[in-house]
């Protein structure tokens, strides 16, 4: 069993170790105040020795930069159509508010029979 408060190795039956005991005694805590203690380390023996992770195979490497090229290039290959669409649909638009309103682009013209001259209405 190992120490509540460090971790440590204990013989059977202690709680803490000396040198947490000592610690303890020299700063002592008044009754009922919440402490909170970490948690117990496992021992050497319980913990799982770390695989060490191989570096990838230069064939590897390729596969995945191969992979991560074709989505970039999806990427901005959509993103160049997207910005296409967008200039198409604000130019339709800024054509559309440019248009004179319905009779704006013609005058009025009128003709006297009498005479056979024709004389606009803006004169």
Known sequence: MG???CGRDLE???VFCNSCL???ERHPVSPGTPISLPRPRASAAARKPARM???PSAEEQVKRLR???RWLTALVVLLVIGCI???LVSLRLIQQSRKPARGQNYSTMETTSATGTETSAAE
């Open 3 to 5: 120490c509540l408060k």
């Open 12 to 14: 059977e039956g202690q």
């Open 22 to 24: 000592e610690d303890m």
């Open 53 to 55: 992770k191989l570096p």
């Open 67 to 69: 992979r991560r090229c």
């Open 85 to 87: 669409a967008l200039g």
